[in-house]
């Protein structure tokens, strides 16, 4: 008889999450490796934005494509197919010799790195009661910030140490470590021997869900038909940009407009990432909160949560107006707080509102949606940064997400009737 794991779920969720660290660092390395990379390889701001933008035009792409492909072959090999993938592109980028190697480099990287967000919603379906989704979905998004946080230090120590080119390959490297870990523990809840009988049946709750009428193959002209899916998708399109820039440009905007070395850098950029983190926990947490204290359904709560955080990512306004660097990066970490109290909000809404078979197929579209909003801003900001300045950016990032609220109140409605369990107390146990 295999020995029983208590709270499998979690462990499992963990195991993702590393994986999202990995995915991470790997997307953020450029990033701080940009001023150094731009001087070598004689890059200008307008080429670097459009690497940045190889990789928005691409991740878009992924989402749907990776999602689909998890929910058709399952989260343990699709999801392991795009991190060895993801892992050698990292690592290949250390042979660029130019911007053009760079640029198709960054798109390859994006079409399978779009690929986190689908999978930990489909962990978080199977895994976890609707109640915890929230919480599971804020776990496996830490993973940005932990590996948007780990890069500055590391890259900027394989830099000094060695060069910009070992950098890419140390990333990579250790994305393989994850896949190998990946593989060998990753089971589906109905084949996992570890998990007891006692944790399924908590899992499974009382919930009723509507089927899908044609088995486990989603069907998208179902899914593009419901509101629900453009009430999560058109809020991630404003959302989402706030992300990439402190991913692609905050490193570059803090050497350019605030003076800050590649020593500074590393001692800086990675603090907007940590206010994330504590962000990302919120949204599962306050909405559970809402819905055991004052009896607001789930979905409820989470439209309050992203509300809250719409009218605190207001504060990115003054970016750049502020004198003082230290309230700059403060204003940073509070947009990137508030950035991930919605994001994964909206983001675990998916698992609330679609059938399981639907859950990673209907994560990759809104992230398509995400994704072009990125890759407009992006865009925009590597035409037009050199002659407006930052500080007309770090406006609209800080008005964007008021436009979510509007629709994400206007157009999602629930769907799928559930009688939950209360909240914390795991059903027949």
């Known amino acids: 008889m295999a020995h029983k794991i208590k709270g499998l779920r979690w462990w499992m969720i963990g195991l993702l999450t590393l994986g999202t660290v990995m995915n991470y660092l790997a997307r953020s390395s450029l990033s701080v490796a940009a001023p150094t990379v731009m001087q070598d390889l004689h890059i200008t701001t307008a080429q670097y934005g459009w690497i940045t933008g190889a990789f928005l035009v691409m991740y878009p792409i992924g989402g749907p494509l990776t999602g689909y492909l998890m929910d058709r072959v399952g989260l343990r090999f699709g999801f392991l197919l795009c991190g060895v993938l993801w892992s050698i592109v990292c690592m290949a980028h250390g042979l660029a010799?130019?911007?053009?190697?760079?640029?198709?480099?960054?798109?390859?990287?994006?079409?399978?790195?779009?690929?986190?967000?689908?999978?930990?919603?489909?962990a978080a379906a199977f895994w976890f009661p609707a109640h915890e989704r929230?919480?599971?979905?804020?776990?496996?998004?830490?993973?940005?910030?932990?590996?948007?946080?780990?890069?500055?230090?590391?890259?900027?120590?394989?830099?000094?140490?060695?060069?910009?080119?070992?950098?890419?390959?140390?990333?990579?490297?250790?994305?393989?470590?994850?896949?190998?870990?990946?593989?060998?523990?990753?089971?589906?809840?109905?084949?996992?021997?570890?998990?007891?009988?006692e944790e399924a049946a908590y899992i499974a709750g009382d919930e009723r869900v509507v089927p899908v009428p044609d088995g486990d193959r989603p069907r998208l002209s179902r899914i593009f038909k419901q509101r629900n899916f453009w009430g999560i998708a058109l809020p991630r399109f404003f959302a989402d940009p706030v992300w990439g820039t402190l991913v692609f440009w905050m490193p570059l905007y803090l050497h350019q407009a605030r003076g800050f070395d590649l020593k500074a850098i590393a001692m800086t950029a990675w603090l907007p990432f940590v206010a994330a983190d504590v962000g990302c926990m919120m949204g599962g947490t306050i909405s559970m909160f809402l819905n055991r204290r004052f009896n607001i359904a789930i979905l409820n709560g989470k439209r309050i949560v992203f509300t809250i955080g719409a009218?605190?990512?207001?504060?990115?306004?003054?970016?750049?107006?502020?004198?003082?660097?230290?309230?700059?990066?403060?204003?940073?970490?509070?947009?990137?707080?508030?950035?991930?109290?919605?994001?994964?909000?909206?983001?675990?809404?998916?698992?609330?509102?679609?059938?399981?078979?639907?859950?990673?197929?209907?994560?990759?579209?809104?992230?398509?949606?995400?994704?072009?909003?990125?890759?407009?801003?992006?865009?925009?900001?590597?035409?037009?940064?050199?002659?407006?300045?930052?500080?007309?950016?770090?406006?609209?990032?800080?008005?964007?997400?008021?436009?979510?609220?509007?629709?994400?109140?206007s157009l999602v409605r629930p769907t799928v009737t559930r009688a939950l369990a209360p909240v914390g107390k795991p059903v027949n146990a």
């Open 97 to 122: 010799n130019g911007w053009v190697g760079l640029f198709v480099l960054r798109g390859m990287l994006g079409l399978v790195e779009a690929s986190f967000i689908p999978a930990g919603m489909r």
């Open 311 to 409: 009218v605190i990512m207001i504060s990115m306004v003054g970016v750049g107006y502020v004198k003082d660097p230290g309230m700059a990066i403060f204003l940073l970490c509070l947009g990137g707080f508030a950035h991930q109290t919605l994001s994964v909000t909206v983001i675990s809404m998916s698992a609330d509102l679609f059938p399981k078979q639907e859950v990673a197929t209907v994560t990759g579209f809104a992230a398509l949606a995400a994704g072009i909003g990125n890759l407009l801003f992006t865009l925009t900001m590597g035409a037009l940064v050199a002659t407006i300045g930052y500080t007309p950016f770090f406006v609209a990032l800080g008005f964007g997400d008021l436009i979510g609220v509007v629709l994400i109140w």
């Open 134 to 197: 929230g919480i599971a979905a804020g776990v496996f998004n830490i993973g940005t910030s932990v590996g948007a946080i780990a890069a500055p230090p590391l890259i900027a120590w394989s830099i000094l140490r060695y060069n910009w080119q070992t950098a890419f390959v140390i990333a990579g490297a250790l994305g393989l470590v994850w896949a190998v870990l990946w593989l060998v523990l990753y089971r589906h809840p109905s084949e996992h021997k570890a998990l007891s009988q």
